[in-house]
C-alpha cells in the first residue's frame, strides 16, 4: 500500500486536523466530525447542513463556506455519518430560520439524515431535506435504492446556498434545491479503481485495457464493462446517456468532474470533447465547471453532470462563493 497516510484507523481525523489548520475560517470539530462555518449561526439565515462518507473530497467539507454550506459531517471512508453528528451540525448553525439536509441518495444516508430530522424537531429545529439522485447509470446499486447521488449534489448546494445566502425562506430554499436536482442528471466512467485506506488494494478489478461505464462515487458496478475508449468516444457515450434521459429546454450548467486521480490535463481534453458533442446535439451551454470536486479517493476516470438552468438559477449559481473547494465573486 503507497498512501500518504499514517494508519488507516486514523485518516478521517488526520485530514480534520489539516483542514483545521489550514482554514481558520471553518471550526473543524475533529472530535465529533462536524465542520461549520465560523460565523453561523446567521441571524435569519436558513442553514444548509450536508454529509456523507469520507473519500469524496471536497465534497462535503471543502464547500462550507458563505454561499454554500453551514457545516458539513464527515463519516469514516465510503460510511454515512451518524445522526448524532448532523444533529449536532444542525444545533450550531440554527438561526431559527430553520435547516436544509442536503442528502446524496445512499441508503446509510437517507436512513441516518431522516433520523437526524426526527431528532432535531424534538429539539425544536425545523428541517427540510433535498435528496440528490442524479445519476442515469443505473436504478438501483450496491449501495441505494433508486438512483446514486453524485455530481448534481454541488449544483444544490451551490445554487441552494445561494438563495439561503440572500435570506430566502426555508420552504423557497428547499424548492429550489429541489429543482436543481430535477433538472440534473450524471453519468461517469472509471479507468481504474480506488483503493481504501483499509483495504489497501483495489475496491474491484478492472483489467488492463477495459473502462466500466456508469460507475459510481464508490466504485459501485456501472452499466457496463467495455474496452478502452477513446476521450471522444467517452463524452459521446456519457452525454448520449445523459440526453437519454433528459432534454434540455434552457442551456445547462455543464460539471466534468475528475474521479480522483486524473489530472487536469486530461479533463481539459476530456471537456472539450463534451462541450464537442453538446454542440452537435444543440444543447447550448451557460457554464461550465472543471475540475476534482466530487471524487473517489484515487479513482482514475471522471463524470459528466447537465444541469438545465433559467435565468434565477443562473443567477443564484454565479452568485459569490468563498469556501476551499469553491470560490469566485469575492
Given at each position: ?100 439536509f442536503i442528502v446524496k441518495n445512499y441508503t446509510g444516508d437517507v436512513l441516518n439524515f431522516d433520523m437526524a430530522a426526527e431528532l432535531a424537531d424534538e429539539e425544536g429545529i425545523q428541517v427540510a431535506k433535498v435528496l440528490v439522485n442524479d445519476d442515469v447509470a443505473v436504478t438501483d446499486s450496491l449501495y ?187
Amino acid at each position: 500500500m503507497r498512501m500518504l497516510i499514517n494508519v488507516p484507523e486514523t485518516v478521517v481525523a488526520d485530514a480534520l486536523r489539516g483542514m483545521a489548520a489550514a482554514h481558520p475560517e471553518l471550526i473543524v470539530d475533529v472530535e465529533n466530525r462536524v465542520i461549520v462555518r465560523r460565523d453561523a449561526p446567521v441571524a435569519g439565515k436558513v442553514a444548509l447542513v450536508s454529509g456523507g462518507g469520507s473519500g469524496h473530497e471536497p465534497l462535503h467539507g471543502g464547500f462550507v463556506g458563505p454561499g454554500m454550506l453551514s457545516a458539513a459531517c464527515p463519516g469514516e471512508v465510503f460510511t454515512s455519518p451518524v445522526p448524532d453528528q448532523m444533529v449536532r451540525a444542525a444545533a450550531a448553525v440554527d438561526s431559527g430560520a430553520g435547516v436544509l439536509f442536503i442528502v446524496k441518495n445512499y441508503t446509510g444516508d437517507v436512513l441516518n439524515f431522516d433520523m437526524a430530522a426526527e431528532l432535531a424537531d424534538e429539539e425544536g429545529i425545523q428541517v427540510a431535506k433535498v435528496l440528490v439522485n442524479d445519476d442515469v447509470a443505473v436504478t438501483d446499486s450496491l449501495y441505494t435504492a433508486g438512483r446514486r447521488g453524485t455530481g448534481a449534489t454541488l449544483f444544490v448546494e451551490k445554487i441552494a446556498g445561494a438563495a439561503a445566502e440572500e435570506g430566502q425562506p426555508l420552504d423557497r430554499v428547499e424548492a429550489i434545491g429541489r429543482q436543481v436536482n430535477e433538472n440534473s442528471r450524471s453519468f461517469g466512467v472509471a479507468l481504474a479503481a480506488c483503493s481504501t485506506p483499509a483495504k489497501g488494494s483495489p475496491t474491484f478489478e478492472l483489467p488492463d485495457g477495459e473502462l466500466e461505464l456508469g460507475v459510481g462515487i464508490h466504485g459501485e458496478p456501472g452499466r457496463e464493462r467495455r474496452a478502452m475508449m477513446t476521450s471522444g468516444e467517452i463524452a459521446e457515450f456519457a452525454v448520449d446517456a445523459i440526453l437519454d434521459d433528459m432534454t434540455p429546454r434552457n442551456p445547462v450548467l455543464v460539471l466534468v468532474n475528475g474521479m480522483g486521480a486524473t489530472p487536469l490535463l486530461e479533463l481539459y481534453g476530456f471537456n472539450a470533447e463534451v462541450q464537442r458533442v453538446l454542440t452537435a446535439r444543440g444543447v447550448p451551454v451557460a457554464r461550465t465547471l472543471v475540475g476534482n470536486y466530487v471524487t473517489s479517493l484515487d479513482m482514475a476516470g471522471a463524470s459528466v453532470t447537465l444541469c438545465q438552468v433559467d435565468g434565477e438559477l443562473l443567477r443564484l449559481w454565479d452568485a459569490p462563493v468563498k469556501t476551499a473547494g469553491l470560490r469566485w465573486g469575492v
